[in-house]
Nanobody, 115 residues
Framework: QVQLVESGGGLVQAGDSLRVSCSAS??????YAWFRQAPGKEREFVAAISWTGSITYYADSVKGRFTISRDGAKNTVYLQMNSLKPEDTAIYYC??????????WGQGTQVTVSS
């Protein structure tokens, strides 16, 4: 059974750093990603990484501040978030998909950035 479990969210101040993790079990995936959803807004893409870790993509809003990485041995994906802003406040969701399958989702972890 495929399972994605996020951890590491919390309450920080603007300018602080935070790292969220996503532990995947059941299988490995072709693509791993982070999405986020702020109150009253639609879920949006944040960052993605290939299975090998050699290809990464970022939303313009986080480029230069966030870094996605993956530990293949642990089948764990990380999102390092630096220079956090209040507008980064959201529930952060881990997602993963194979080459022919849709997204599998985690339950989400809350990140709150106070001004």
């Amino acid at each position: 059974q495929v399972q994605l479990v996020e951890s590491g969210g919390g309450l920080v101040q603007a300018g602080d750093s935070l790292r969220v993790s996503c532990s995947a079990s059941g299988r490995t995936f072709r693509t791993y990603a982070w999405f986020r959803q702020a109150p009253g807004k639609e879920r949006e893409f944040v960052a993605a990484i290939s299975w090998t870790g050699s290809i990464t993509y970022y939303a313009d809003s986080v480029k230069g501040r966030f870094t996605i990485s993956r530990d293949g041995a642990k089948n764990t994906v990380y999102l390092q978030m630096n220079s956090l802003k209040p507008e980064d406040t959201a529930i952060y969701y881990c997602a993963a998909k194979g080459s022919t399958t849709g997204w599998n989702w985690g339950q989400g972890t809350q990140v709150t950035v106070s001004s």
